[in-house]
């Protein structure tokens, strides 16, 4: 009765066909036809994005497949398995130099594959190729002329090749060089190196997947590649592993719990991960493709019948079936590959409408840029906006800014003597130490460090010794021309000309490096206009690109700098020349020395010293002798040294008394005898020291006929140029008196003269005319010489050539967009 009322059951419902069945059937099919339809519209779109991408260098997160691994993998048989047809790759041993987008199209009306190339910097495609065997020399040769033209060994750009076919999968696959442990012959030795951090850098994002190969006859634990795998992808989340060549391990399988435990690979790969097992026909003879894709069916079949016949007990077919086989493998690529382009159509989708922004706006600037190359007017304007914001700029840096960072843009003493190849002080032998040496300084902070570099140095150089020949031939020269101060002439003159020959140098250095400092400010002028919203900063941005203005800019910018450095060194010349001439009273007025005699007013003192030491230490040097106020720096003479020219109890009225006493001698003057101090240094005990005569300067021009006949006596054969030492001889008391004219010298020049020079010479001008030098440099001409700055020979084909690139990235990204709004309609 069961079985009748079944049978009767039957017989009443499987044969009838109602109308809703058969609807609910049509619809099926038709929402499946639907289904594909939009996953090959979905793969069309993705297969132009990604050729927009590489024509245009454009960073676009495009899910794709990565296929890694080593050179005798198996990587090639498993391209060529997916692709449907064999085109020799093996042969030149395609991607071991170069990555090969390969972009398979499921096409059912292309009985024969149809493969084209793209064009190199373009997303343009060839023509079809007739002949599946000049796929590879195609390869081959853009590999070789790539690496030739860029003289490497290994080019991460790819090449893109569609291959449209009845046989293959909607798949994009790029095909990575292979590992090697050694270069070929004739390669760099590091081209294992290149390779390795070339696929690193290709697999790396994580829109990618990775399609990893390894033979079987390697062990999971002796894998010479599956580290470097787990440094890009440490949980092989986004891995698909593949053991290629699995035929040959079978043979070492005889039981179940073998072959599930080889099949597991937990031990290894852990337990989430579930590793494909492929075989392919090892026959490499000339066959047609319909027999290689039967071979390829072929060896499935019986790799399964192996494991399921052969193998006592047979394997877990449940848990390992969907894993073993070519076409598994495939089927899982090409639903996974699908499944990840649904998933990034959205944020594609927001990509492209970014990117499409983005490009019309500099297309829109690339307009305006050709436009400004016609009109005049436009350029002068922006032009002196531009000008003018560098000016202020170089302002503020000199009085004081610290923007741009000074860790980055500053320099150390040592950086900039080096950089600006002007090196050492010259003449200076001792070791200075000023402050703040070893902080980066830039603009006004910088100029004013040399500037007391400069003193330091110039303090750090005293008279050099004068021979005997030397003091003759100046002393001889003015005994003869009479007078009694012939003495203090001929040091006065050895005095001037050391500071003359000592001095000059110091000031030469002291300017080019002041000039180097200011130099620096341009390009620190450029950074803050680039970075800080200023006045002018959206007037000038479209400055940018006119190359030809900037350099006449900058070299405007220099030639103001070298003008007023070579202006300086004239200035301060004057001032040497003025200080060291015979008519100058600077040897002979006592000022200097007044103010630093013991009684001199303390206000007095202190003036000098803070005319002369002061300086802050800011710099983190932890030592205690860096004060705030550099009263006995090594490098500045201390005020005591200039106490002792006068003799405590005298002042300068007196000692100019002294002077004149010192001159008159004894009548009778023996070749031996010490000749008196020039400075109120004579002894008491000769009794020629009136502390109680008549207080009145020495006169240049004048002088007793006692002193006269002294200086002929001297001439004759006297104390001066003895053969014998004597300490207090009057080639010593010359020697002497030259130093201290020289310390007079060098400190009113560095005091009174070049400081305030250097200041006014530099920044004042800086601040107050350069805007009108650099105006004067690049706007005072015609049209046409003010034209050749924006407009070089060639220089409008290049913009064009520039927007024409821009106009067909914005085409094509637009495209894209659109295509993909409709794709998102339809998920």
């Known amino acids: 009765m069961a079985a009748n009322t079944t049978t009767n059951s039957s017989s009443l419902t499987t ?68 692709l449907g047809f064999r085109f020799n790759v093996r042969e030149v041993e395609m991607g071991t130099r170069r990555p090969l987008i390969l972009q398979m199209v499921h096409d059912p009306t292309a009985l024969d594959p149809r493969c084209r190339f793209q064009e190199e910097d373009s997303d343009e495609y060839g023509s079809p190729l007739v002949l599946a065997s000049a796929i590879a020399d195609i390869i081959k040769s853009r590999t070789d002329a790539l690496l030739k033209k860029t003289k490497t060994a290994v080019s991460p750009k790819p090449i893109v090749m569609r291959a449209e076919y009845a046989h293959c999968p909607n798949l994009t696959v790029i095909d990575t060089p ?45 894998s010479l590649w599956l580290d470097a795998i787990r440094e890009i992808d440490p949980t092989f989340r986004r891995t698909v592993i593949v053991v290629s060549k699995f035929d040959n391990r079978l043979k070492e399988f ?128 922006f032009a002196m906006l531009y000008t003018a914001s560098i000016s202020n700029h170089v ?8 923007d741009p960072c000074p860790e980055q843009w500053g320099k150390t003493t040592t950086e900039e003597q080096s950089q600006s190849g002007i090196g050492a002080w010259p003449g200076v032998i001792t070791d200075m130490n000023p402050p703040n040496s070893t902080l980066r300084l830039y603009g006004g902070a910088a100029f004013e460090r040399v500037i007391h570099e400069f003193r330091c140095a110039a303090y750090s150089i005293e008279c050099p010794p004068v021979s005997r020949e030397k003091v003759a031939n100046i002393l001889l020269a003015h005994a003869g021309r009479g007078g009694a101060r012939g003495i203090t002439e ?17 000031l030469d250095t002291a300017c080019d490096r002041l000039a180097f400092v200011l130099g620096n400010l341009f390009d620190l002028a450029l950074e803050r206009n680039r970075s800080n919203d200023s006045e002018y900063a959206s007037k000038t941005a479209n400055m940018d690109g006119y190359v030809g203005f900037h350099a006449a800019l900058r070299c405007a910018y220099s030639r103001f700098i070298k003008d007023l450095s070579k202006q300086c060194k004239q200035l301060i010349r004057h001032h040497l020349d003025s200080v060291t001439s015979p008519y100058s009273q600077v040897c002979y007025v006592n000022d200097f020395q007044t103010c630093y005699a013991p009684n001199a007013p303390p206000f007095k003192k202190l003036n000098q010293v803070a005319t002369s030491s002061f300086f802050l230490e800011l710099s983190d040097t932890g030592s205690a002798s860096h004060d705030v ?23 300068s009225e007196a000692r100019e008394a002294l002077h004149e006493s010192n001159i008159t001698v004894p009548e009778t003057p ?73 310390a007079r010298i060098r400190e009113v020049l560095v005091e009174r003269g070049v400081t305030s020079t250097l200041n006014s010479g530099f920044l004042t001008p800086c601040r107050d005319r350069l805007v009108v030098a650099l105006g004067l440099d690049l706007f005072a001409l015609n049209d046409e010489k003010f034209m050749d700055m924006f407009v070089a020979p060639g220089a409008i084909q290049v913009l064009q050539t520039e927007r024409e690139s821009l106009q067909k990235r914005q085409k094509i990204l637009q495209s894209c967009l659109n295509e993909f709004k409709t794709l998102t309609r339809e998920l």
């Open 670 to 742: 023996s070749p031996d005898q010490p000749g008196n101090p020039i400075h109120g240094l004579a002894k008491k005990e000769h009794g020629i020291c009136n502390d109680n005569g008549p207080r009145k300067r020495a006169s240049r021009m004048t002088g007793n006929s006692k002193n006269s006949d002294q200086i002929i006596r001297m001439q004759n054969g006297g104390l001066l140029f003895g053969n014998q030492e004597k300490s207090g001889s009057a080639y010593s008391d010359i020697c002497f008196s030259a130093a201290q004219h020289f």
């Open 178 to 222: 292979g590992f090697v442990l050694k270069a070929k012959k004739g390669e760099p030795e590091n081209t294992p190196e290149q390779i390795l951090s070339m696929v690193k850098s290709l697999a790396s994002p994580p829109h990618r997947m990775l399609l990893f190969l390894q033979q079987s006859s390697v062990e999971w634990c002796s």
């Open 490 to 506: 001929a040091a006065a003159e050895i005095a001037r000309s050391a500071a003359r020959s000592w001095l000059a140098p110091l």
């Open 254 to 381: 005889s039981d179940r719990w073998e072959v599930d435990r080889y099949l597991s690979a937990s031990g290894y790969l852990g337990d989430g991960t579930r590793p494909f097992f492929v075989a392919l026909p090892k026959d490499r003879g000339n066959i047609s493709n319909d027999e290689f894709r039967r071979q390829i069916s072929q060896v499935d079949s019986e790799v399964l019948h192996h494991l399921r016949d052969v193998v006592k007990g047979g394997f877990d077919e449940e848990k390992f079936n969907s894993h073993i086989g070519f076409t598994r493998l495939r089927d899982y690529l090409e639903s996974e590959l699908q499944k990840k382009y649904k998933e990034a159509a959205p944020a594609t989708l927001a990509l492209l409408e970014q990117r499409c922004t983005e490009v019309t706006a500099e297309l829109a600037r690339m307009n305006s840029k050709i436009q400004a190359t016609s009109d005049v007017a436009h350029l002068r304007k």
């Open 15 to 82: 044969p009838t066909k109602t109308p809703s069945s058969m609807s609910r059937k049509h619809h099926q099919h038709h929402s499946d036809a639907s289904s594909l339809a939009a996953k090959s519209r979905r793969f069309e779109a993705y297969n132009r994005l990604q050729a927009a991408a590489v024509a245009f260098g454009e960073k676009l997160p495009i899910p794709e497949i990565v296929a890694i691994g080593g050179q005798s993998d198996g990587k090639s048989s498993l391209l060529e398995a997916l």
């Open 629 to 651: 106020v550099m009263r006995d720096q090594e490098n500045i003479p201390p005020e005591k040294h200039h106490a002792q020219e006068t003799t405590p109890g005298k002042n």
């Open 395 to 402: 302002g503020a840096l000199i009085d004081g800014a610290a």
